[in-house]
């Protein structure tokens, strides 16, 4: 049985007779990307009738639900890292038989998920390091001064590389106030209302706007990255030349929209409103279209069937 979608329930959650809570909805979706909680744990409103977590489909994260595509499976990469970043606690497990995940590695005080072959190589290094180092005479003579020579230039490389890095990013300040280049990078904003702000060139990026309030906002060049932009309201905005690669756009009003030349790529844009939208140059290479299509690579201004 579903039951209806109300963002002010509280969830009572069940495994194997053990009964926590009460959570709100958010937090349970939280706990599914986190996999504090499974889709075989139970759930109720009352802790009289329980369901099935799975038989809650306004529970789940809808990243669960594309993840048969290379694309889909790095929306979820990416809803568990931005999670994980949220996250207060030191991700202490809620259910004592759950056991750590094998990828999960501590940063300072958080836990981020690692790639398989990060793992590997990894493993690779500490195998050489361990390995018996052949013993050998140090080079004499020509061979000293072309050794030398090799190390000085590999050493100048280094250095101008070193050189044309550029400085990393500044850390997010999720208090600071709406201005043009603002780092709300990760941050959670559920619901601001941001209508006719200039945030210009701003960083965005995995952060959570989910119904946000964006009309008539000037964000361009701005940072959207994987940002949650479910259900938000974006009318009239101005995202030219922004980037929104992997963004969240269901449901998204979009209407009258400037998005000329920004970067759609892998966003999903599915049942979002882009009446009127301006999309001149926009990249919608792989983008999950409004009725579910996925643009063919290379589109540019409209969605080319693959």
Same mark, same amino acid.
């Given at each position: #049985? =579903?039951?209806?979608?109300? =963002?002010?329930?509280? @969830?009572?959650?069940?495994?194997?007779?053990?009964?926590?809570? +009460? $959570?709100?909805?958010?937090?349970i979706r939280s706990?599914?990307?986190?996999?504090?909680?499974?889709?075989?744990?139970?759930?109720? &409103?009352?802790?009289?009738?329980?369901?099935?977590?799975?038989?809650?489909?306004?529970?789940? +994260?809808?990243?669960? $639900?594309?993840?048969?595509?290379?694309?889909?499976? =790095?929306?979820?990469?990416?809803?568990?890292?931005? *999670?994980?970043?949220?996250?207060?606690?030191?991700?202490?497990?809620?259910? +004592?038989?759950? /056991?750590?995940?094998?990828?999960?590695?501590?940063?300072?005080?958080?836990?981020? +998920?690692?790639?398989?072959?990060?793992?590997s190589h990894r493993?690779?290094?500490?195998?050489?390091?361990?390995?018996?180092?052949?013993?050998?005479?140090?080079?004499?003579?020509?061979? &000293? @001064?072309?050794?030398?020579?090799?190390?000085?230039?590999?050493?100048?490389?280094?250095? @101008?590389?070193? #050189?044309?890095?550029?400085?990393?990013?500044?850390? %997010?300040?999720?208090?600071?106030?709406?201005?043009?280049?603002?780092?709300?990078?990760?941050?959670?904003?559920?619901?601001?209302?941001?209508?006719?702000?200039?945030?210009?060139?701003?960083?965005?990026?995995?952060?959570?706007?989910?119904? %946000?309030?964006?009309? *008539?906002?000037?964000?361009?060049?701005?940072?959207?990255?994987? %940002?949650?932009?479910?259900?938000?309201? /974006?009318?009239?905005?101005?995202?030219?030349?922004?980037?929104?690669?992997?963004? #969240?756009?269901?449901?998204?009003?979009?209407?009258?929209?400037? &998005?000329?030349?920004?970067?759609?790529?892998?966003?999903?844009?599915?049942?979002?409103?882009?009446?009127?939208?301006? /999309?001149?140059?926009?990249?919608?290479?792989? !983008?999950? @279209? !409004?009725?579910?299509?996925?643009?063919?690579?290379?589109?540019?201004? !409209?969605?080319?069937?693959?």
């Amino acid at each position: #049985m =579903e039951l209806m979608e109300n =963002e002010h329930q509280l @969830w009572f959650t069940r495994r194997n007779g053990e009964v926590r809570g +009460p $959570y709100p909805e958010r937090l349970i979706r939280s706990y599914l990307l986190l996999g504090r909680l499974r889709m075989d744990d139970e759930v109720s &409103l009352d802790q009289q009738r329980w369901y099935a977590l799975r038989s809650q489909p306004h529970l789940i +994260p809808v990243e669960f $639900y594309d993840t048969d595509t290379p694309e889909g499976r =790095e929306r979820l990469l990416q809803a568990k890292r931005r *999670e994980d970043e949220r996250s207060p606690e030191r991700r202490a497990r809620p259910y +004592p038989d759950e /056991l750590s995940s094998q990828t999960d590695q501590r940063a300072g005080d958080r836990r981020r +998920p690692e790639p398989p072959e990060l793992v590997s190589h990894r493993y690779q290094r500490v195998q050489l390091l361990q390995s018996p180092k052949p013993s050998s005479n140090l080079p004499q003579g020509p061979r &000293l @001064w072309i050794g030398l020579a090799v190390g000085l230039l590999g050493l100048l490389l280094l250095l @101008w590389l070193g #050189m044309d890095r550029q400085e990393p990013d500044a850390a %997010a300040d999720c208090l600071a106030p709406a201005q043009p280049g603002v780092n709300w990078s990760y941050c959670r904003m559920v619901g601001m209302d941001l209508r006719g702000q200039d945030l210009t060139g701003a960083n965005l990026s995995n952060a959570d706007l989910l119904g %946000a309030k964006l009309s *008539e906002a000037r964000l361009v060049g701005a940072d959207l990255g994987y %940002a949650d932009l479910r259900r938000a309201r /974006l009318d009239r905005a101005d995202l030219s030349g922004a980037r929104l690669t992997g963004a #969240m756009l269901q449901e998204t009003v979009l209407t009258d929209t400037r &998005l000329a030349g920004a970067d759609l790529s892998h966003a999903d844009l599915r049942g979002a409103r882009l009446d009127h939208a301006d /999309l001149t140059g926009a990249i919608l290479s792989r !983008t999950l @279209w !409004t009725d579910g299509r996925v643009c063919a690579s290379g589109s540019i201004g !409209t969605c080319e069937s693959p």
